[in-house]
C-alpha cells in the first residue's frame, strides 16, 4: 500500500473513531458492585501500582494504542504523550507500520519519547510483521513491550484489508523469541475468547491486552469506508471487554491481563480490575475528550479520573489493587447466563 494511503487512512480511522464512539449503556453498566459502609482504611492509604513482572505502573491506567504516520497523528500523538507524561501514565502508540515502510513517517511516533522520555512506552505492530520490524519498531521508541495487534474482523471488513491469517501464530511466537521486551498480544475493540487467551499463553507470551466491544468499534468504522456500506451486519461482532473479563476469570490462566474497550469512567475502570484486569486502557474516549477540551483540560480530567478511581477503591474497602480482586460483584441476569453457558465449555487451566 503506498505510503499517502496509509496516512490518509490514519486520518480517516482518527476522524471515524471520533464521530462513531459508542457512548449507550454497556456490558459495565451491567455489573454492580457490593458496597462497603464501615471502611477499615483511609483514603490516603490507597496504592493502586500495577506491578507486573516487567514494569510497574504507578496507577493501573494507561493510554492504549492508535496514531502515528500523518500529521494530525503527530499532533494527536505528541499531546498523548505530554498527558501520559503530566498523569504518569504508560502509553502505546497506533501501529508503526508506516514508520517502518517510511522514514519520514518516524517522527510521528518518535515524538511520544522525546515528549515523554522516562515514561513506560509500547510500541505497536501488526501480527505479520516480520521479527526483524518488529525489532525496529521497539528500538525507534526504545520502547518498554511491543504490543503486537490481531485485528482479524478490521482487515476482512476494510476494503483493502489484509486477509492472510495463516501464519500469525508462528509469526508472533517467532518474533517473541526474537526481542528482549515482553509482548503484548492485543485486541482492538473485538475482544478474547478464552480459547484465544489459552493459546497465546501457550505460546509463552506473558502479556494480553483483551479490548473488547462496547467503545471504538471497527466494525462500524471499516463498515463505513466501504463505498456500499454493505456489512453493518457485523457492528455487534466479538465479546464486550465485561464479557472477554469473565472468559478469562473462567479461563483462570496465569496471564496478565490488560483490559481495554469502552472504558468510559473511573467506575468502568474499577469494575475491569474487580473482574481480572490488572490495568485498564483507554483509547477512544481519551482521544474525544482531548480533541474537545485540548491537552491542559485533559491533564485536569484525567488527574480526576485517577483520583476518582482511589475514591471507588475507597467505597470498596480496596487499600490495593489485589484487594479489589476480592471485592463482590452481581452480574445481570444475561450477563451470568453467559457465564453459565461459557463455563461449560471453558476448561481452566490451572
Ligand atoms: C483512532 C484509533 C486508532 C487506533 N489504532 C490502533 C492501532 O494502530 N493499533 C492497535 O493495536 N489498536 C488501535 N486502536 C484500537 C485501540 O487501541 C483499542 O483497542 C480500541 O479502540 C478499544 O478501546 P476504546 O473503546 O477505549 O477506544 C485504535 C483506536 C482508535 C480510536
New binding site residues.
Given amino acids: 500500500m503506498d505510503d499517502s494511503l496509509r496516512s490518509r487512512r490514519k486520518n480517516e ?2 476522524q471515524l ?1 471520533l464521530d462513531t464512539y459508542q457512548t449507550a449503556g454497556t456490558d459495565f453498566d451491567k455489573v454492580q458492585l457490593i458496597h462497603q459502609s464501615i471502611p477499615s482504611i483511609n483514603k490516603n492509604q490507597i496504592d493502586l501500582s500495577a506491578r507486573f513482572p516487567h514494569f510497574t505502573f504507578k496507577y493501573p491506567l494507561y493510554i ?4 502515528g504516520g500523518s500529521e494530525r497523528a503527530t499532533e494527536i500523538n505528541k499531546q498523548l504523550a505530554q498527558i501520559a507524561k503530566a498523569c504518569e501514565i504508560p502509553m502505546a502508540v ?2 508503526t507500520h508506516s514508520a517502518l515502510k517510511d522514514p519520514n513517517a518516524a517522527s510521528s511516533f518518535t515524538i511520544v519519547r522525546d515528549a515523554h522520555p522516562d515514561g513506560i512506552i509500547f510500541s ?1 505492530v501488526g501480527a505479520d510483521i516480520p521479527y526483524e520490524k518488529a525489532k525496529k519498531s521497539i528500538e525507534l521508541l526504545n520502547a518498554d513491550a511491543l ?1 503486537i ?1 490481531v485485528n482479524a474482523p478490521q482487515e476482512l471488513i476494510m476494503p483493502e484489508g489484509d486477509t492472510q491469517f495463516e501464519n500469525w501464530l508462528t509469526n508472533i511466537q517467532e518474533i517473541q523469541e526474537n526481542i528482549d521486551v515482553p509482548v503484548i498480544i ?4 473485538f475482544g478474547m475468547s478464552a480459547e484465544t487467551i489459552q493459546k497465546i499463553k501457550d505460546i509463552g507470551i506473558q502479556y494480553v491486552d483483551i ?1 473488547g466491544r ?3 468499534n471497527f466494525a462500524i468504522i471499516e463498515n463505513e469506508r466501504r463505498p456500499l456500506k454493505d456489512m453493518a451486519f457485523l457492528n455487534q461482532w466479538g465479546q464486550s471487554t465485561i464479557q472477554s473479563l469473565l472468559e478469562a476469570k473462567l479461563l483462570n490462566a496465569d496471564i496478565n491481563i490488560l483490559a ?4 468510559k469512567n473511573p467506575l468502568d475502570a474499577i469494575k475491569a480490575l474487580v473482574l481480572g484486569a490488572q490495568a485498564v ?5 481519551i ?1 474525544k475528550y482531548l480533541e474537545e477540551s485540548g491537552v491542559d483540560e485533559t491533564i485536569e480530567h484525567m488527574k480526576q479520573f485517577i483520583e476518582q478511581m482511589h475514591v471507588i477503591a475507597n467505597l470498596l474497602n480496596a487499600s490495593q489493587l489485589s484487594d479489589l480482586k476480592s471485592v463482590g460483584y452481581v452480574l445481570s441476569p444475561d450477563l451470568q447466563t453467559y457465564v453459565d453457558q461459557r463455563s461449560k465449555v471453558i476448561h481452566r487451566s490451572n
Avoid: D, F, P, R
Fill in positions: 480511522h482518527i473513531a492504549n494504542a492508535m496514531t497506533g501501529s505497536n504490543q495487534h492485543k485486541e482492538v475493540g479490548s462496547g467503545g471504538t481495554s474497550g469502552g472504558v486502557g483507554l483509547s477512544g474516549y482521544l
